[in-house]
């Protein structure tokens, strides 16, 4: 029974470049969470999705963040014209609901150069 | 106010001994309560779950609730070097989203 998917484990980018990163959920679960965690500090929620809808997105920037999960395939993370300031852990979790247990998945360390 | 508080710590505790982790919430209405492991580099990892007052015992841990006082609390006995990690607690709020603290540094002292 996969657990959360995370891809890639790690990804480096240039200034300006656009960063992709993709979380499948456990197998049952429509609830995906974004969280961005920089070194040392805590987790921050960035944005909760259900299949094809953003519920909640207050922890995204105004710009150049976007977040899908479309009815087939992963969430979808994107950072576009990134920065260095971008550069953290990002994780993904799923839930069968709101209010249940998250699971995360391995996250993606992304870099920006 | 911050929605859920912890000591941020490092909690520097000896082998072998109970490991005390606290953590405290302003949402009254909460009804679900989590405690997550992270080790260093490594996604954070649920350990216990909570829903009502009182003790919860799982192996080595414990989880206690008191939905009165507003506070959570971790338990670890019997402490082992690789119980060393960041314990996050986590509290839904309204909306049924859940909140993450910054997380308690435990340092088990060989």
């Known amino acids: 029974n996969a657990g959360v998917m995370q891809n890639p484990r790690h990804l480096v980018r240039r200034r300006g470049q656009e960063a992709r990163l993709r979380c499948s959920p456990m197998k049952g679960h429509s609830h995906v969470y974004w969280y961005r965690q920089l070194p040392e500090e805590g987790l921050k929620f960035m944005v909760y999705?259900?299949?094809?809808?953003?519920?909640?997105e207050s922890g995204m920037p105004k710009e150049r963040f976007s977040a899908e999960f479309p009815k087939e395939g992963p969430s979808i993370l994107r950072i576009q014209q990134v920065v260095r300031g971008d550069s953290a852990a990002y994780f993904c979790a799923s839930s069968p609901h709101p209010s249940y247990e998250q699971y995360f998945g391995p996250g993606t360390r992304l870099t920006v150069t | 106010q911050k929605e859920v508080e912890q000591n941020s710590g490092p909690l520097s505790v000896p082998e072998g001994a109970i490991a005390s982790l606290n953590c405290t919430y302003s949402d009254r209405v909460s009804q679900s309560f989590f405690w997550y492991r992270q080790y260093s580099g490594k996604s954070p990892e649920l350990i216990m779950s909570?829903?009502?007052?009182g003790d919860k015992e799982d192996g080595r841990f414990t989880a206690q609730l008191n939905k009165a006082s507003q506070y959570v609390s971790l338990l670890i006995r019997d402490s082992q070097p690789s119980d060393s990690a960041t314990y996050l607690c986590?509290?839904?709020?309204?909306?049924?989203?859940?909140?993450f603290g910054k997380g308690t540094r435990l340092h088990i002292l060989p």
């Open positions: 986590a509290v839904t709020v309204k909306d049924d989203k859940i909140i």
């Open positions: 999705l259900q299949k094809e809808n953003i519920i909640d």
């Open positions: 909570i829903y009502s007052n």
